[in-house]
């Protein structure tokens, strides 16, 4: 997984081959600005994963959920229309833990509190 800048593809298949070939459970972080291309693939992977007992964290960059664009400000073509502003409300009406990022050390304190959570903490 790389940055694609506006209109980010998943490899749904790499994501579902990890899920299925990976015997202990695992914690993921999911760092987007919801711009993703193939959202609702996405979307049935994430909860594939979830649902195998895998833990996942969704981190959305910008502003407060549900995302709205300021008056007046419409995307740039280049996203043509796949920019799911719902998508981090949808994951956490079904339970997973969703955090608004306005501020890049609030990804650092999170991913070391999940972390710990997930792993029983650092030695």
Do not use: C, M, W
């Amino acid at each position: 997984f790389r940055y694609q800048g506006g209109g980010t593809v998943l490899d749904v298949a790499t994501l579902d081959k990890l899920v299925d070939e990976r015997k202990d459970r695992f914690l993921a972080f999911l760092v987007t600005d919801s711009a993703i291309a193939n959202v609702n693939e996405v979307e049935k992977a994430i909860l594939r994963l979830v649902d195998a007992g895998n833990y996942l964290v969704h981190f959305h960059i910008g502003s407060q959920l549900p995302y709205q664009l300021p008056p007046g400000i419409q995307l740039p073509p280049q996203f043509g229309g796949f920019f799911d502003k719902n998508l981090p409300k949808r994951l956490a009406d079904k339970g997973l833990d969703v955090h608004v990022l306005s501020n890049p050390a609030d990804l650092i304190g999170l991913s070391v509190k999940y972390t710990e959570r997930f792993y029983g903490g650092l030695k």
